[in-house]
């Protein structure tokens, strides 16, 4: 409107100059009103195309962002239909451009992505004076998902009273829905990792590593003997490393944790610094072996499937090894980062009970303070779980609690926020807090 206001006053103003006979003022007006009509209709006709172009822009965003949901499943002329209509349903200054068109294409390089062009004609009021009749109007739009990837470590309670009140079927059944959700979150292989760290007071590493160079063999020896005579002629030696069951305690000094903190950061073992080893155990309650991140979700379900609950509980030992599969170091490589991607490592710690046992302290029933200030530390904040979120590893804690013990200040504070912490009073809600966590771990995956 404002448009047509305009034209109208300045053809009033040029009917009066050229009623105009005073002097030379008619001849001068001749001389200049070409140039001069010229500049003014091409403001008016750039003012109109800029119009025209910020509604072209607006329309192809919104469509870009409405196929990108359909995307997938369509084929490339279905794509192409679809982002047409959308794009002309919502266009608002379609009446003032011919010719519109509207160009697709998707792909799944480095992530999925929609990008939209549209191309329009608008033809000009002035500038046609000057031989250009029509203006070309192009704008275009891009949406992208899915080009972050999710690395995540399943660090799940294998402890004796997991047994009670159904809680370990219950986490079998929550924690294969979970891969499935995570699979489900994955187009292409390599988009999503998982990793299974099932942990009592030790963690099973695979008893086929023993002959790596980053396993301490001292305590195991001493311990694990053959021997042959009676008497005077009894003669001992160490058994075969081969008869080893996989299982690996705490790292650090025989008599305590190590100053150098090996038991709550995963520093490269270093054949010259036995504390910096892991130490092998015969432990009786060796639980089920921890599976490195893979996208082999079939063996997921066999390892999980295979979890039995025994022995005591060492959160500290099972932080560590999940963070230990996320980064890579003793039996596991973590496959190198795309830089084309942004990653989110995440690690899940699901619990029953309070720490009663590691390598140095406890007994196995009781709740050790000194095994929960490994895992956090309240006098100073340090600990695992202040490494592993320094390291930029978002922590979810689970606690099941279904025996009335005390609420896990230990596990509130290891969590990264107030909202990854979650007490549950029965065992079928970790079926339903895994679905949560699940479903907010694949939107942190699909988002743009």
Same mark, same amino acid.
């Given at each position: 409107?404002?448009?047509?206001?305009?034209?109208?006053?300045?053809?009033?103003?040029?009917?009066s100059?050229c009623?105009?006979?005073?002097?030379?003022?008619?001849?001068?007006?001749?001389?200049a009103?070409?140039?001069?009509?010229?500049?003014?209709?091409?403001?008016?006709?750039?003012?109109?195309?800029?119009?025209?172009?910020?509604?072209?822009?607006?329309?192809?965003?919104?469509?870009?962002?409405?196929?990108?949901?359909?995307?997938?499943?369509?084929?490339? *002329?279905?794509?192409?239909?679809s982002?047409?209509?959308?794009?002309?349903?919502?266009?608002?200054?379609?009446?003032?451009?011919?010719?519109?068109?509207?160009?697709?294409?998707? @792909?799944?390089?480095?992530?999925?992505?929609?990008?939209l062009?549209?191309?329009? $004609?608008m %033809?000009?009021?002035?500038?046609?004076?000057?031989?250009?009749?029509?203006?070309?109007?192009?704008?275009?739009?891009?949406?992208?998902?899915?080009?972050?990837?999710?690395?995540?470590?399943?660090?799940?309670?294998? @402890?004796?009273?997991?047994?009670?009140?159904?809680k370990?079927?219950?986490l079998? @059944?929550?924690?294969?829905?979970?891969?499935?959700?995570?699979?489900?979150?994955?187009?292409?292989?390599?988009?999503v990792?998982?990793?299974?760290? %099932?942990?009592?007071?030790?963690?099973?590493?695979?008893?086929?590593?023993?002959?790596?160079?980053?396993?301490?063999?001292?305590?195991?020896?001493?311990?694990?003997?053959?021997?042959?005579?009676?008497?005077?002629?009894?003669n001992?030696?160490?058994?075969?490393?081969?008869?080893?069951?996989?299982?690996?305690?705490?790292?650090?000094?025989?008599?305590?944790?190590?100053?150098?903190?090996?038991?709550?950061?995963? !520093?490269?073992?270093?054949?010259?610094? !036995?504390?910096?080893?892991? %130490?092998?155990?015969?432990?009786? *309650?060796?639980?089920?072996?921890?599976?490195?991140? =893979?996208?082999?979700?079939?063996?997921?379900?066999?390892?999980?499937?295979?979890?039995?609950?025994?022995?005591?509980?060492?959160?500290?030992?099972?932080?560590?090894?999940?963070?230990?599969?996320?980064?890579?170091?003793?039996?596991?490589?973590?496959?190198?980062?795309? %830089?084309?991607?942004?990653?989110?490592?995440?690690i899940?710690?699901?619990?029953?009970?309070?720490?009663? $046992?590691d390598?140095?302290?406890?007994?196995?029933?009781?709740?050790?303070?000194?095994?929960? &200030?490994?895992?956090?530390?309240?006098?100073?904040?340090?600990?695992?779980?202040?490494?592993?979120?320094?390291?930029?590893?978002?922590?979810y !804690?689970?606690?099941?609690?279904?025996?009335?013990?005390?609420?896990?200040?230990?596990l509130?504070?290891?969590? &990264?926020?107030?909202?990854?912490?979650?007490?549950?009073? =029965?065992?079928? $809600?970790?079926? @339903? !807090?895994?679905?949560?966590?699940?479903?907010?771990?694949?939107?942190?995956r699909?988002?743009?």
């Amino acid at each position: 409107m404002q448009d047509y206001r305009f034209l109208h006053a300045l053809t009033r103003v040029l009917a009066s100059l050229c009623r105009c006979n005073r002097g030379n003022v008619a001849m001068t007006f001749a001389l200049a009103v070409v140039p001069v009509v010229g500049l003014v209709g091409a403001a008016v006709d750039y003012s109109r195309a800029n119009a025209v172009k910020a509604a072209m822009q607006d329309a192809l965003d919104a469509t870009a962002l409405m196929i990108s949901k359909t995307a997938s499943s369509q084929t490339p *002329a279905q794509l192409a239909t679809s982002a047409t209509n959308d794009f002309l349903a919502l266009f608002t200054r379609a009446n003032m451009v011919t010719g519109t068109t509207v160009t697709t294409s998707y @792909t799944t390089t480095n992530g999925s992505a929609v990008a939209l062009t549209s191309t329009a $004609q608008m %033809p000009t009021y002035f500038m046609g004076l000057m031989g250009q009749s029509k203006m070309t109007i192009s704008v275009s739009s891009t949406a992208k998902w899915g080009n972050a990837r999710l690395r995540v470590a399943l660090v799940l309670d294998n @402890t004796g009273s997991m047994a009670d009140d159904g809680k370990i079927g219950a986490l079998q @059944t929550a924690t294969n829905n979970l891969i499935t959700q995570l699979k489900g979150a994955a187009t292409n292989n390599g988009d999503v990792y998982v990793s299974i760290v %099932p942990f009592a007071k030790d963690v099973n590493i695979g008893a086929n590593n023993y002959a790596a160079s980053y396993i301490d063999w001292t305590s195991w020896n001493s311990t694990n003997q053959t021997c042959s005579g009676y008497g005077y002629s009894r003669n001992c030696s160490a058994a075969s490393h081969t008869t080893w069951n996989g299982c690996v305690t705490d790292r650090g000094n025989t008599s305590s944790p190590s100053s150098a903190n090996y038991d709550e950061n995963t !520093t490269t073992p270093n054949s010259s610094i !036995t504390a910096s080893l892991f %130490p092998a155990e015969q432990y009786s *309650a060796c639980p089920q072996q921890i599976m490195g991140l =893979s996208y082999d979700w079939n063996n997921m379900t066999n390892v999980v499937n295979g979890m039995t609950p025994n022995g005591a509980t060492n959160q500290p030992i099972g932080l560590i090894w999940g963070w230990m599969t996320l980064t890579g170091g003793g039996p596991f490589t973590a496959p190198a980062m795309d %830089p084309n991607y942004t990653y989110s490592q995440v690690i899940i710690l699901l619990t029953d009970g309070l720490n009663t $046992q590691d390598r140095w302290y406890g007994n196995g029933s009781s709740t050790s303070t000194q095994v929960d &200030s490994r895992m956090y530390n309240s006098s100073d904040g340090s600990g695992a779980c202040a490494n592993i979120k320094a390291a930029g590893i978002t922590i979810y !804690t689970v606690q099941v609690n279904t025996e009335g013990d005390p609420t896990s200040t230990l596990l509130q504070n290891c969590a &990264s926020d107030s909202s990854k912490f979650f007490l549950l009073t =029965s065992a079928s $809600q970790i079926v @339903t !807090t895994f679905n949560a966590i699940g479903t907010n771990l694949t939107k942190l995956r699909i988002a743009n």
